[in-house]
């Protein structure tokens, strides 16, 4: 058995299959979740409905994160930036990580909101690796606090000579990083399907306390405030918003828009289309390729 038999839509999930490879276990861990998503969407509302549609392409948006942080840190390792590469394999995981968090019931709006990263560390423990029914091993706690220490200490101590491994670190990250793509996604199809078999549907804003939830929970998830107090949110992010708005709230598995958020990664800026002399720059295909070849 596959965890392939509880998607009616193209979905890669081999690696979810090796971390739970028998056929009782997943049944058990598919059921585990369900009834944890149905009984969120037992009552449903315009604030459930924008809630858990937000916390979708939040969590999208941090596969993608992830996934920018991931072909930076290789392109650091082959110029030899190491500082810089250590910063970046920290974070590729801590985004992965974060992605997974906001399929996480227990995980609470202020929560995710207000994370911190021993914080965040400990409610993934919690959520995903909880013995039987946990589908990740201690190993990518381990790892995530190896990469942490091994951040600060080229932040603040920056040796003259490598002491790490930095060769296999790259490809433990890689490794795990497309193992939290692959759940993040597969619950982001759970959270789809509850939501509907549940009664729900496309909620559209009617009154404006529903758009000021909205507005409040979406800078919260998109946006941070500058010095001056203001929200500053990108082009892409003002786009999920009006979009949105236009078409209703609704939760959604993240692998139908993969497409859509990739026309957006630096669609507005030119970053990618600017002339660079030497080295071959990053390009946005580099990042869409990683999140792809874990998720279809």
């Not at 190491?82 to 709006?109: G, K, N, P």
């Not at 919690?126 to 951040?151: H, Q, V």
């Not at 509850?194 to 998109?222: A, C, H, T, W």
């Amino acid at each position: 058995m596959s965890f392939s038999t509880f998607s009616e839509y193209i979905f890669k999930c081999d690696r979810l299959d090796k971390r739970i490879s028998n056929e009782d276990d997943q049944k058990r861990y598919y059921d585990a979740w369900m009834k944890k998503y149905q009984e969120v969407f037992a009552d449903i509302t315009t604030e459930k409905a924008i809630e858990w549609d937000l916390r979708c392409a939040k969590s999208m948006r941090e596969i993608f994160t992830s996934a920018e942080f991931l072909v930076e840190a290789k392109k650091c390792l082959e110029t030899r930036c190491y500082s810089s590469y250590y910063f970046c394999l920290y974070y590729s995981l801590f985004h992965a990580i974060y992605a997974c968090e906001f399929m996480d019931v227990d995980a609470r709006i202020d929560t995710l909101d207000s994370i911190t990263h021993s914080k965040l560390i400990k409610i993934f423990e919690s959520a995903y690796c909880n013995g039987r029914n946990g589908i990740f091993s201690k190993d990518i706690i381990s790892f995530f606090l190896e990469l942490r220490y091994r951040r600060e200490y080229y932040s603040y101590v920056t040796p003259f000579n490598n002491i790490f491994d930095f060769n296999d670190d790259i490809i433990k990250l890689e490794d795990h990083d497309k193992d939290c793509y692959q759940v993040a996604c597969f619950h982001s199809l759970l959270v789809h399907r509850s939501y509907f078999r549940r009664g729900g549907k496309f909620e559209k804003i009617v009154n404006p306390q529903q758009y000021r939830y909205m507005e409040d929970l979406f800078e919260r998830f998109f946006a941070k405030k500058s010095n001056e107090g203001k929200m500053m949110l990108d082009p892409a992010a003002e786009n999920i918003r009006s979009e949105a708005i236009r078409d209703g709230f609704a939760p959604w598995y993240i692998c139908l828009e993969l497409d859509h958020q990739y026309d957006e990664l630096h669609t507005y800026d030119g970053f990618y289309n600017m002339e660079y002399h030497g080295i071959e720059p990053l390009n946005a295909a580099d990042s869409y390729s990683v999140v792809y070849s874990a998720m279809l």
